[in-house]
Structure formats: structure tokens, C-alpha cells
């Protein structure tokens, strides 16, 4: 695993409209629901289309010390989790990440049992799993936190049920899933969430023999098998880094065609962006983003798919903020995803916050600072902040980045953008940890 690019910043010299073909990778949010769910099987997974990022490696790493057996090629890999033996994962590593609560669900689905260290990820809310465990319980598991772990035991094996979700949860659906797939009799999750990875890893699941139906829509019936088998299986491109493409793309009043990319899943952004005077044009696997004039203030809300991503808020927030007139975004989905609007007010942007909503003023322009990513989607802001702003920009905390985004600054380089990746001097350091 890297570290050194904890150390790192981005420089970014801004006002180069970004123009060119660029493309996706594979989907982070699917990839790491994906890899834990191969725990489930007997058989060795190829996966392909994997985005060659942190939170892959950091699975990748969690799977081995496990006891599995991987080979990780930058975008594909191929495991046999058969040498996992241990339903125990006390590993710092996971408190690293969100998505290694995607463990608990997939070692009670084929051990009957899990410990696992209670997940780490983005600071972007209070972040409760209480949905997970309602539905670890309601298929038979005890399930309790103590000494930092989430233990969950299923003394008599899980047993199909029907589990209606409170709150409409990504992480709650998938890891039911997970949990339910090997239970014996029928799981039916009512309010579950609809997300192109919650679909990918369904389809990955039936790819290894299970027998999952409705992912896509708010009910999900899942019947028990008794096992799964290997599969080969390719990843769905990442709904997310293509948004904040074309999202980058409109902000530099650029001229980019976004390839390996699925248009339906972009609906609730490109009606946004078409909203702004922002041209989108879609393609059977393309979107071509052009914006010749300034961008016109919007009113977003986000909301769970097929409503618009709480992930592209941040960007869409730095889009707005040059935009003509006054924008108000609402965030329904995390309590506290504003925390880089106080890194572009130093860039000159006109922001105020009550609460869940802002009122971005749109400004003439934005001036080049440096600046502090606080989180994933906050990083990616950032980036879409130098990329428009005059002058230079500098971003650290580029390892939140670097955990969603595969190799960002080469793709936008090749594609117009002045950026590169620095160590940062002793004093940046110094300020920065
Ligand atoms: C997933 O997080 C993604 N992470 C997030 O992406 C994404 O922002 C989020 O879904 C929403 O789309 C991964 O897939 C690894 P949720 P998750 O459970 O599963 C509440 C990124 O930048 N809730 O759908 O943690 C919760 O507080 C990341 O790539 C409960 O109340 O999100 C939130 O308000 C960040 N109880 C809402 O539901 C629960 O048990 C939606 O959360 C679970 C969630």
C-alpha cells in the first residue's frame, strides 16, 4: 500500500478549458462491495474493469491477510477467497474505509458468523449502520458493538425474511444482500436502494450462482442457494468520476466527450447541467459536455437515485459557484458535506451555509489558493476549483483523492489541464498533520 501520497499535494494551474476524449474507470462504489462479496464463493473470481485506486488496494490487502488468494493487475483481478478460513477482522485497515462493513455482511453470509472493526471512511456525517443491523437481526444474527468491533453470530444460520429499510441506504441494501444470499428460503428488503452499483452487485452475486431479483427498483427478492461458484465478472463504469467529469468540463467552459460511460445512469445530472445552458449530448457510451457560455444559477436537492447524487454536490457546488445569479443546494442525504466551501470562500467564491442548504452567489471568477481536501467528493470539488479558477491552486490531503479517483491528474492533463502532483515543502507537512 502507498503512503507516500499522504504527503503529496496537486498544483493546478487553472483557466484551461478542459477538450479532448477522456474515459472512465470502473465504478469505486461497486468494486468495493464487489471484492468482499467473492468471500461468499468457493470458486476463484476474475473481475475486470476495477478502478486503480486506494480503496481497491486496501481490499486487496484485507482479502490477503485473510487468507485469500489475489492477483491484482492495476484494473483487473482475480481472487480464491477458499483459504478464508477466519470470520475475525481486527485489521486497522478497516477503519480506513466505509466499505469494510461490506465484510460483516459477506463473512456472516458464508461463515453464519462475523467480527468485524466497526468501519472508518469520509467524515461526511454521523454515518449510522443501524439499518445493517436491523437487517443482520431480522435474518437471525445477534448482532452487538463492543470493543470497537461489530460482532454478528447466526448460532442457528439465517433464515429469509422480509426486511423494510427505514432510511433508503446503499451500504444497508448491499450488505443485506450479501448477508441474504446463501440464507436459507426467501429475503424480500422493501425501500431498498436503487444505485447502478446496488444493480452491479446483484448481477455480480447471480453471475456466481445467486438468485437475486429486482435490484434496480425499491423491492429486492432474493431466494437462498445452497452455494456460489466463481465467475468472471466485469465492473459498470463509475457513475461518480463521470459526473465529476462533466462537471469539470462545464466549468472550464471546455469541450469533452467522457467515453466507457452509461448515459442513463447521468440523467439527473445532465437535466441539471442542461438546466445551467450547459450542453450535454449523449452517445450509446459517450457524453459529450460543452459549455461556450457562463453557466446560469440552478436549485439542487439531493436525494437518493434516480434523484441527484449527494456525490456530485460538492462539484456541482464549485460549478454554481461562478455561475449568473444565486443557486440554493439542498443536501438530504449527509449532515455535514459542505466542509469544502470554506476551502473555495478562500478562492473568492460567495457561499453561506444554514444548516443543510447553501446559497451559493455565483462570482465573476475564482482566484487560485491553497487549499485542504477534507474528504473524497470535497477533494474532487477542490480539483474542479483549480481547474476554473485564475492562477495557481494547490490541494493538499490529496489521499482522500487518490482512495475514489484513478490517476485524476493524468487523466485531466491529457485533456487540457495544467496539473501535476508535488511533495509538499517541510512546512506544508508541518501545518497539514
Ligand atoms: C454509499 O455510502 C456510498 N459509499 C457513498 O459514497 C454515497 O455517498 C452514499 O452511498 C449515498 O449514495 C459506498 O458505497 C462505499 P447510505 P453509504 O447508507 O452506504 C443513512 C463516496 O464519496 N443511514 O446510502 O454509507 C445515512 O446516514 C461515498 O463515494 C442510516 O440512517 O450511504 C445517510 O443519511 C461517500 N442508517 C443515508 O442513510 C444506516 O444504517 C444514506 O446512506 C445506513 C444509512
Same mark, same amino acid.
Given at each position: 500500500?502507498?503512503?507516500?501520497?499522504?504527503?503529496?499535494?496537486?498544483?493546478?494551474?487553472?483557466?484551461?478549458?478542459?477538450?479532448?476524449?477522456?474515459?472512465?474507470?470502473?465504478?469505486?462504489?461497486?468494486?468495493?462491495?464487489?471484492?468482499?462479496?467473492?468471500?461468499?464463493?468457493?470458486?476463484?473470481?476474475?473481475?475486470?474493469?476495477?478502478?486503480?485506486?486506494?480503496?481497491?488496494?486496501?481490499?486487496?490487502?484485507?482479502?490477503?491477510?485473510?487468507?485469500?488468494?489475489?492477483?491484482?493487475?492495476?484494473?483487473?483481478?482475480?481472487? /480464491?477467497?477458499?483459504?478464508?478460513?477466519?470470520?475475525?477482522?481486527?485489521?486497522?485497515?478497516?477503519?480506513?474505509?466505509?466499505?469494510?462493513?461490506?465484510?460483516?455482511?459477506?463473512?456472516?453470509?458464508?461463515?453464519?458468523?462475523?467480527?468485524?472493526?466497526?468501519?472508518? #471512511?469520509?467524515?461526511?456525517?454521523?454515518?449510522?449502520?443501524?439499518?445493517?443491523?436491523? #437487517?443482520?437481526?431480522?435474518?437471525?444474527?445477534?448482532?452487538?458493538?463492543?470493543?470497537?468491533?461489530?460482532?454478528?453470530?447466526?448460532?442457528?444460520?439465517?433464515?429469509?425474511?422480509?426486511?423494510?429499510?427505514?432510511?433508503?441506504?446503499?451500504?444497508?441494501?448491499?450488505?443485506?444482500?450479501?448477508?441474504?444470499?446463501?440464507?436459507?428460503?426467501?429475503?424480500?428488503?422493501?425501500?431498498?436502494?436503487?444505485? $447502478?452499483?446496488?444493480? /452491479?452487485?446483484?448481477?455480480?452475486?447471480?453471475?456466481?450462482?445467486?438468485?437475486?431479483?429486482?435490484?434496480?427498483?425499491?423491492?429486492?427478492?432474493?431466494?437462498?442457494?445452497?452455494?456460489?461458484?466463481?465467475?468472471?465478472?466485469?465492473?459498470? $463504469?463509475?457513475?461518480?468520476?463521470?459526473?465529476?467529469?462533466?462537471?469539470?468540463?462545464?466549468?472550464?467552459?471546455?469541450?469533452?466527450?467522457?467515453?466507457?460511460?452509461?448515459?442513463?445512469?447521468?440523467?439527473?445530472?445532465?437535466?441539471?447541467?442542461?438546466?445551467?445552458?450547459?450542453?450535454?449530448?449523449?452517445? /450509446?457510451?459517450?457524453?459529450?459536455?460543452?459549455?461556450?457560455?457562463?453557466?446560469?444559477?440552478?436549485?439542487?436537492?439531493?436525494?437518493?437515485?434516480?434523484?441527484?447524487?449527494?456525490?456530485?454536490?460538492?462539484?456541482?457546488?464549485?460549478?454554481?459557484?461562478?455561475?449568473?445569479?444565486?443557486?440554493?443546494?439542498?443536501?438530504?442525504?449527509?449532515?455535514?458535506?459542505?466542509?469544502?466551501?470554506?476551502?473555495?470562500?478562500?478562492?473568492?467564491?460567495?457561499?453561506?451555509?444554514?444548516?443543510?442548504?447553501?446559497?451559493?452567489?455565483?462570482?465573476?471568477?475564482?482566484?487560485?489558493?491553497?487549499?485542504?481536501?477534507?474528504?473524497?467528493?470535497?477533494?474532487?470539488?477542490?480539483?474542479?476549483?483549480?481547474?476554473?479558477?485564475?492562477?495557481?491552486?494547490?490541494?493538499?490531503?490529496?489521499?482522500?483523492?487518490?482512495?475514489?479517483?484513478?490517476?485524476?491528474?493524468?487523466?485531466?492533463?491529457?485533456?487540457?489541464?495544467?496539473?501535476?502532483?508535488?511533495?509538499?515543502?517541510?512546512?506544508?507537512?508541518?501545518?497539514?498533520?
Amino acid at each position: 500500500m502507498r503512503t507516500e501520497h499522504m504527503r503529496e499535494k496537486l498544483v493546478i494551474k487553472g483557466g484551461k478549458p478542459l477538450k479532448g476524449n477522456v474515459t472512465v474507470s470502473g465504478a469505486k462504489n461497486a468494486a468495493v462491495a464487489i471484492l468482499p462479496a467473492v468471500i461468499l464463493c468457493e470458486g476463484r473470481c476474475e473481475i475486470d474493469n476495477l478502478p486503480n485506486i486506494e480503496d481497491v488496494r486496501l481490499i486487496d490487502y484485507l482479502l490477503c491477510k485473510m487468507g485469500a488468494k489475489t492477483q491484482l493487475n492495476s484494473t483487473t483481478m482475480s481472487i /480464491d477467497a477458499s483459504g478464508v478460513t477466519e470470520h475475525i477482522v481486527d485489521n486497522d485497515a478497516v477503519k480506513l474505509m466505509r466499505a469494510s462493513y461490506y465484510l460483516i455482511g459477506a463473512l456472516l453470509g458464508r461463515f453464519g458468523k462475523a467480527e468485524v472493526c466497526l468501519p472508518g #471512511g469520509c467524515a461526511i456525517g454521523l454515518r449510522p449502520i443501524d439499518q445493517h443491523v436491523k #437487517g443482520m437481526k431480522a435474518l437471525g444474527a445477534e448482532v452487538k458493538a463492543e470493543f470497537g468491533m461489530l460482532k454478528a453470530y447466526a448460532p442457528n444460520g439465517l433464515i429469509g425474511t422480509d426486511i423494510y429499510l427505514d432510511v433508503v441506504s446503499v451500504g444497508a441494501t448491499i450488505n443485506i444482500m450479501l448477508a441474504a444470499v446463501l440464507a436459507q428460503g426467501k429475503t424480500t428488503i422493501v425501500n431498498s436502494a436503487k444505485e $447502478p452499483h446496488v444493480v /452491479d452487485v446483484a448481477n455480480f452475486l447471480n453471475c456466481m450462482g445467486a438468485k437475486v431479483k429486482g435490484a434496480g427498483t425499491d423491492v429486492i427478492r432474493i431466494s437462498g442457494v445452497e452455494k456460489l461458484h466463481g465467475c468472471s465478472y466485469s465492473i459498470i $463504469p463509475d457513475q461518480i468520476e463521470t459526473g465529476t467529469l462533466m462537471i469539470a468540463a462545464a466549468a472550464t467552459r471546455g469541450d469533452l466527450t467522457i467515453e466507457n460511460v452509461i448515459p442513463t445512469h447521468m440523467e439527473a445530472l445532465s437535466a441539471k447541467l442542461m438546466e445551467m445552458g450547459v450542453r450535454v449530448e449523449e452517445g /450509446d457510451d459517450s457524453i459529450r459536455v460543452t459549455c461556450p457560455n457562463r453557466p446560469t444559477h440552478v436549485s439542487i436537492k439531493t436525494l437518493p437515485y434516480p434523484g441527484f447524487p449527494t456525490d456530485l454536490q460538492q462539484p456541482a457546488t464549485v460549478l454554481l459557484s461562478t455561475a449568473e445569479g444565486a443557486s440554493i443546494i439542498v443536501e438530504n442525504i449527509f449532515e455535514s458535506r459542505f466542509k469544502h466551501i470554506n476551502e473555495i470562500r478562500r478562492m473568492g467564491a460567495n457561499v453561506s451555509i444554514d444548516g443543510r442548504m447553501c446559497v451559493v452567489e455565483g462570482v465573476e471568477r475564482l482566484t487560485g489558493a491553497p487549499v485542504r481536501a477534507t474528504d473524497l467528493r470535497a477533494g474532487a470539488a477542490l480539483v474542479v476549483a483549480g481547474l476554473m479558477a485564475d492562477g495557481q491552486t494547490e490541494i493538499s490531503g490529496v489521499k482522500y483523492i487518490d482512495r475514489g479517483y484513478d490517476h485524476i491528474e493524468g487523466k485531466l492533463k491529457s485533456v487540457g489541464a495544467d496539473i501535476h502532483r508535488e511533495k509538499m515543502s517541510d512546512a506544508e507537512e508541518y501545518e497539514f498533520f
